[in-house]
């Protein structure tokens, strides 16, 4: 099953995509080199301006105030491309005389005069933040009221998603028709207007938007007003009264044509679902997702949609990708095309109005709260439409041949498909690790938790939750999967034994990937005889060690063992045929430690001494039955009595019922 990525940035960072001068060269292949030089710049570029970013705000001080609203006024003239308004903010003081409020706004912006409680009052604009120099005293919890009018080019760009966070466009077959579109994430909504820009301070807004009488401004929140005014110019007015980040306040304005449904969340009301299409695209949209099933289900499986009193919408726009602005989703317009082909990106965008914009991230290290659920998403729509066998197929087709690289949490890349497809398989991984009841009962929870919905979380507040239905720390698990990095590689034989009518299966386990050894449950199939039938048994094994060794009992021969045979584990794993005897030393020559490998086929008594160049047994490390499998043991240089022994040449000798084998071991200090 092979998606195009599409999805919010995650296409940005794959080195498959094409994007700049280099992407207009539509007839033929890009440069790799020339592409790879580009990405590799920009890639620099997205982790310097997130740090820049975390260095900034570890030196502002912008937790002595908490946003209560926004109300942006803005007259936008596409023929200059700019924009000119008033920013009124309303605010509570945390701290006892607050002197200052510093918000965001880049530096391309003109700020013409701010008045706090109507009286004009000093600032500072540089370095892309407005500083306020506040007159009247305040005690906490005290109301500010500030108001902030100003002007000019929004052209900041937002590198990382490869465009301006307000741009002037076009679409149409003549390429005349006007598309103006904002995009923000993850910290661009200081481009365009004054504000406290993070994820943690979240407001409820109101857009009133001014433009030419031939378009209409798509918005968050619900559309309280339209306003025909002289000039030929029309302002429309939006409400979000649901707390909102600034990252996710967005406008999408054009010659819309509107296609409405709606979800009918009981039996006497209903929510508008609408899409907001260029004239050009009205007919394909019409047939082209499942937007309102869709709403049941995720309403269904982790509570009611959370703006069920505003509305869902999307709205084209001319980026490539697509964005989970509240309520009203940005859609490219390559994605409407009437053959419904990409509605599991309709369910990634639609399932971040839980996950992202409901509960919104702390801080863009969590990231992964935010698209991995999304991701995962569309993983459970997959299920709930085609069944088990489709959603474990998704979710194994998302992973690459050389392994995720780097952390979940705190990424290198913050749209990297690390974020997207290693946080989907953690949560896939989760839901076994919990069982289905568990995790869905906890994710129930998570979205209507009093300290999250409608608030942020931290990837430690997640965590807190789940350990709250699994009953126990997962700590462990949070450790390996999330904060930690790589993945276990498993090698698995089998030896099997007949006594007495009973057929005993050995199996061992062991994990060869360089780095950290995982723990984790591990699901085993095995397929044995019964009569002319074979039939099938999974059981569940904790798996923890480098080298484990696991014995089961069955009523007929073992014929096949597979592990992990549903995919619950990113993991590479394979069946090794035993030999009937190896031994095996690493590293040699050694300094402290040998390491000491050996197979057998069947069980019974083995011995693993050691002996000095002169044929005298120095140690003996194992004289007992052990059961056919893959065994290791070390050696650390001493002898019987726990003497270290002098450096030289040492021979390793294996006795078993199936044969004798000797290796050579040098010991240099």
């Known amino acids: 099953m092979n998606r195009c990525l599409i999805c919010v940035a995650l296409s940005l960072i794959l080195l498959t995509a094409v994007s700049g001068d280099i992407r207009a060269q539509r007839t033929g292949q890009p440069d790799p080199r020339a592409f790879a030089k580009q990405e590799m ?138 598309s ?78 509107t296609v409405t449904d709606y979800y009918r969340y009981s039996p006497t009301d209903s929510m508008e679902v609408t899409r907001f299409v260029y004239p050009e695209n009205f007919e394909a949209a019409k047939d082209d997702s499942l937007t309102v099933p869709m709403i049941e289900f995720y309403a269904g499986l982790f509570g009611e949609y959370p703006f069920v009193e505003e509305k869902y919408a999307m709205a084209e726009f001319g980026w490539f990708g697509a964005m989970e602005h509240q309520t009203c989703t940005s859609m490219s317009s390559g994605l409407i095309n009437g053959m419904r082909k990409n509605d599991w990106i309709i369910a990634h965008e639609l399932s971040h109005q839980w996950w992202g914009d409901m509960i919104t991230p702390a801080t863009w290290a969590d ?166 039938f074979t039939i099938d048994t999974t059981v569940t094994v904790w798996n923890h060690l480098e080298v484990e060794h696991y014995a089961f009992t069955f009523p007929g021969r073992v014929v096949a063992v597979s592990l992990d045979p549903d995919d619950w584990i990113l993991k590479n794993a394979q069946q090794r045929e035993l030999e009937p005897v190896t031994l095996g030393t690493n590293p040699n020559p050694f300094n402290a430690r040998v390491k000491i490998t050996f197979e057998t086929s069947v069980s019974g008594r083995v011995g693993v001494d050691i002996y000095d160049v002169a044929g005298i047994k120095v140690k003996s490390l194992i004289n007992h039955v052990l059961p056919g499998g893959f065994q290791q043991v070390e050696w650390d240089g001493t002898n019987d009595v726990g003497q270290i022994v002098s450096s030289g040449v040492y021979f390793v000798r294996l006795q078993t019922a199936q044969g004798t084998l000797v290796r050579k071991a040098v010991l240099l200090k």
């Open 41 to 178: 710049s920009r890639y620099l570029r997205l982790r310097e301006m997130t740090e820049r970013e975390r260095v900034k705000k570890a030196q502002i001080d912008q937790d002595d105030f908490d946003v209560l609203h926004y109300e942006l006024v803005l007259d936008i003239d596409p023929d200059n491309e700019t924009i000119a308004g008033t920013v009124a903010i309303e605010a509570l003081s945390v701290v006892s005389s607050i002197t200052t409020v510093t918000l965001d706004l880049f530096d391309n912006m003109n700020v013409d005069e701010v008045r706090e409680n109507g009286v004009p009052v000093s600032f500072t604009h540089g370095e892309d933040l407005l500083e306020v120099i506040l007159v009247d005293d305040y005690l906490p919890q005290d109301t500010i009221r500030l108001e902030i009018d100003y002007d000019g080019e929004p052209t900041g760009e937002n590198d990382e998603l490869r465009l301006t966070a307000f741009t002037f466009g076009r679409h149409g077959p003549d390429r005349q028709q006007l």
């Open 367 to 532: 990231i992964w709260l935010n698209e991995g659920f999304a991701t995962y998403c569309e993983a459970l729509w997959v299920e709930h439409v085609d069944g088990g066998e489709a959603y474990r197929e998704y979710v194994s087709d998302h992973r690459t041949s050389w392994g995720f690289e780097g952390t979940l949490y705190d990424p290198e890349s913050m749209f990297g498909i690390t974020v997207y497809w290693k946080g989907m398989w953690v949560l896939h991984m989760l839901r076994h690790v919990m069982g289905d009841s568990g995790f869905f009962d906890m994710l129930r929870s998570y979205a209507s938790h009093p300290l999250y919905a409608y608030e942020d979380a931290t990837t430690a507040d997640f965590q807190t939750v789940c350990e709250g239905f699994y009953g126990s720390s997962l700590q462990w698990f949070f450790d390996q999967w999330v904060y930690g990095v790589g993945e276990p590689k498993y090698d698995y034989y089998l030896a099997q034994k007949s006594l007495d009518g009973e057929h005993r299966a050995d199996l061992t386990i062991r994990q060869v990937q360089r780095g950290p050894i995982f723990s984790m449950p591990v699901d085993v199939r095995f397929s044995f005889l019964s009569g002319d």
């Open 180 to 257: 103006i579109f904002t995009l923000s994430e993850p910290f661009f909504a200081r481009a365009w207007w004054p504000c406290k820009d993070v994820t943690t301070d979240k407001a409820t807004t109101r857009l009133r938007i001014t433009v030419p009488d031939t378009l209409f401004v798509a918005s968050n929140g619900r559309l309280e007003d339209e306003q025909d005014l002289p000039d030929d110019k029309r302002t429309y007015v939006w409400f979000e009264s649901y707390p909102i980040a600034t990252y996710l306040v967005s406008l999408a304005i054009s010659n819309y044509r």
